[in-house]
């Protein structure tokens, strides 16, 4: 099983708006809805931000929020603040009964 | 409040073997499915194995499948990761992970809200 893909890096200024993009097959991310998002700030354990393609756990804020278009799921980040200066991580299930990841997005909030 | 923590990791030998344990609290273990996590250093995360409720059905990512065992002691609140056949390739921080719902399918859909802190596994000589 591949590794979805997602961007190594993207930034964006305070306030601005960014999308990170995790690309799959039809035998994960364009197979099911069962996409998630991960938030992991160095040194720490990752955090969920997203399930289901587009649902917010409880404390999560509605300025995260996730889509998907065929293969490709979407994280988008409104109103960036610098405590949003982490790494991303997407997961999708997959037709082999097992979870894949994507390689991970660094974001920099200039 | 509810709690994962880890243990086990260590430096070991290619080749050798070593145990890894999720001690669970806050929660009834025994209704949610769980998983194990890795990360080697300075790498995105990878899915390692998951395992049902009561045990009975065990799955692996094919880079660990006969040499890593997953199980858990619901009496104990604890799950396991059991490591074999070390490699090199093996050497990461080790999360375990419980999903937002119960049942035993909840782990491949509705994402892990809870992890553990992570225990760092160092295959080398």
């Known amino acids: 099983q591949s590794a979805l893909t997602q961007p190594a890096s993207v930034s964006g200024s305070p306030g601005q708006s960014i999308t990170i993009s995790c690309t799959g097959t039809s035998s994960d991310v364009g197979g099911y809805n069962y996409v998630s998002w991960y938030q992991q700030h160095p040194g720490k354990a990752p955090k969920l931000m997203i399930y289901?393609?587009?649902n917010r756990p409880s404390g999560v804020s509605n300025r995260f929020s996730g889509s998907k278009t065929g293969n490709t799921a979407s994280l988008t980040i409104s109103g960036l603040q610098a405590e949003d200066e982490a790494d991303y991580h997407c997961?999708?299930?997959?037709?082999?009964?097992?979870?894949?990841f994507g390689g991970g997005t660094k974001l920099t909030v200039l | 409040e509810v709690q994962l923590l880890e243990s086990g990791g260590g430096l070991v030998q290619p080749g050798g073997s070593l145990r890894l344990s999720c001690a669970a609290s806050g929660f009834t273990f025994s209704s949610y499915a769980m998983i194990w996590v890795r990360q080697p250093p300075g790498k995105g995360l990878e899915w390692v194995s998951g395992?049902?409720?009561?045990?009975?059905?065990?799955y692996y990512a094919d880079s660990v499948k006969g040499r890593l065992t997953i199980s858990r002691d619901n009496s104990k609140n604890t799950l396991y990761l059991q490591m074999n056949s070390l490699r090199a390739e093996d050497t990461a921080v080790y999360y375990c992970a419980k999903p937002r719902t119960t049942g035993s399918s909840a782990w491949r859909y509705y994402g892990m809200d809870v992890w553990g802190q992570g225990t760092t596994v160092t295959v080398s000589s």
């Open positions: 997961t999708s299930y997959t037709t082999s009964n097992t979870l894949v």
């Open positions: 289901e393609v587009s």
């Open positions: 395992i049902t409720t009561g045990g009975g059905t065990t």
